[in-house]
């Protein structure tokens, strides 16, 4: 715990809820350099969690249930059925209760205000940080398709691996993005930054980055890690890769991965654990889950397959 400007003591959100009774975490994903992410699924039934003096903000989406919340705050009180995909945001120190009435699942993303800040000195006009407006069981589709995106990681965090470096400061970026564009109060992006469209990298650029990713194919390859091969802010990167090639770095490094494995499993008999390791996946079930939803197969039916028409000449 850490004291704030006024003395009040805060606390972390991922505690506040853990000590809920009714409150169970059923999966988490610890992010990356710095923990610059933490997400975390949880389930609930009958809980109750005052949320005032967290030292995060919480941005929660139902995933299972139909249990009724009640969010009492500053004298109010509103009941809500989130539907499945719904998107709620608690900020850090609103004073708030609320109550679940019933059983149901969700997945959680804890915001620091420190991310917020760091963004908002380099894309925000006006020199404010962004306050995200409170949220209770809206429609957002970017958003609910962003948690969809974290399933994943989840599976991939109940084998005890690290959540991949490239997806998680990245994952960070886009959702900062998206909720100071879409959801913040009084937040102005600067042109220069965010809503003017990117310029593409220069092709000397785009093939360093390109050789960077493939030196380094098995190892950890982080958004800053790229960003410093181009020599720009991460934000400016982002979008610059993307209007050059049409994906985003960890859908582009994925790929990569993927046709490396492809090219190892046609030409040798290494194990597919040892080919997940040196094309940078973190486990065999992690390249297995990332090559079916590509391909359409295993790994093995793969090799299987590309075998074939060698053993019939």
């Given at each position: 715990?850490?004291?704030?400007?006024?003395?009040?003591?805060?606390?972390s959100?991922?505690?506040?809820?853990?000590?809920?009774?009714?409150?169970?975490?059923?999966?988490?994903?610890?992010?990356?350099?710095?923990?610059?992410?933490?997400?975390?699924?949880?389930?609930?039934?009958r809980?109750?969690?005052?949320?005032?003096?967290?030292?995060?903000?919480?941005?929660?989406?139902?995933?299972?249930?139909?249990?009724?919340?009640?969010?009492?705050?500053?004298?109010?009180?509103?009941?809500?059925?989130?539907?499945?995909?719904s998107?709620?945001?608690?900020?850090?120190?609103?004073p708030?209760?609320?109550?679940?009435?019933?059983?149901?699942?969700?997945?959680h993303?804890?915001?620091?205000?420190e991310?917020l800040?760091?963004f908002?000195a380099q894309?925000?006009?006006?020199g404010?940080?962004?306050?995200?407006?409170?949220?209770?069981a809206?429609?957002?589709?970017?958003?609910?398709?962003?948690?969809?995106?974290?399933?994943s990681?989840?599976?991939l965090?109940?084998?005890?691996?690290?959540?991949?470096?490239l997806?998680?400061?990245?994952?960070?970026?886009?959702?900062?993005?998206h909720?100071?564009?879409?959801?913040?109060?009084?937040?102005?992006?600067?042109?220069?930054?965010?809503?003017?469209?990117?310029?593409?990298?220069?092709?000397?650029?785009?093939?360093?980055?390109?050789?960077?990713?493939?030196?380094?194919?098995?190892?950890?390859?982080?958004?800053?890690?790229?960003?410093?091969?181009?020599?720009m802010?991460?934000?400016h990167?982002?979008?610059?890769?993307?209007?050059?090639s049409?994906?985003?770095?960890?859908?582009?490094?994925l790929?990569?991965?993927?046709?490396?494995?492809?090219?190892?499993?046609?030409?040798s008999?290494?194990?597919?654990?040892?080919?997940?390791?040196?094309?940078?996946?973190?486990?065999?079930?992690?390249?297995?889950?990332?090559?079916?939803?590509?391909?359409?197969?295993?790994?093995?039916?793969y090799?299987?397959?590309?075998?074939r028409?060698?053993?019939?000449?």
């Open positions: 715990m850490s004291r704030d400007d006024v003395g009040a003591i805060r606390c959100a991922i505690d506040a809820f853990a000590s809920v009774p009714g409150a169970t975490r059923i999966g988490a994903i610890v992010g990356g350099r710095d923990d610059r992410l933490f997400a975390a699924r949880w389930q609930f039934e809980a109750q969690i005052a949320t005032a003096n967290l030292s995060e903000g919480v941005l929660i989406c139902r995933t299972v249930g139909t249990a009724s919340v009640t969010r009492t705050s500053r004298g109010t009180t509103i009941r809500r059925r989130p539907a499945i995909g998107i709620s945001y608690v900020s850090p120190d609103t708030a209760v609320w109550s679940v009435d019933g059983r149901c699942e969700t997945c993303v804890y915001l620091r205000p991310r800040r760091r908002a894309h925000v006009g006006g404010s940080a962004p306050v995200i407006e409170d949220l209770f809206v429609e957002d589709p970017w958003l609910k398709g962003y948690f969809q995106m974290l399933q990681e989840f599976e965090r109940r084998e005890g691996a690290a959540a991949d470096e997806f998680v400061s990245q994952a960070e970026q886009l959702l900062i993005q909720l100071v564009q879409r959801h913040a109060y009084g937040a102005r992006l600067a042109e220069t930054q965010v809503m003017r469209r990117a310029h593409p990298l220069s092709p000397a650029t785009l093939r360093r980055i390109e050789e960077f990713i493939e030196a380094n194919l098995a190892d950890e390859i982080a958004l800053c890690d790229l960003a410093g091969v181009a020599c802010s991460i934000g990167f982002l979008r610059a890769f993307r209007a050059s049409g994906v985003t770095p960890y859908q582009y490094v790929k990569c991965r993927l046709h490396r494995a492809c090219d190892m499993l046609r030409s008999c290494i194990p597919v654990a040892y080919v997940a390791k040196a094309c940078g996946f973190k486990t065999a079930s992690h390249l297995s889950s990332k090559f079916h939803a590509s391909l359409g197969t295993s790994p093995s039916l090799r299987a397959r590309s075998e028409p060698a053993r019939m000449h």
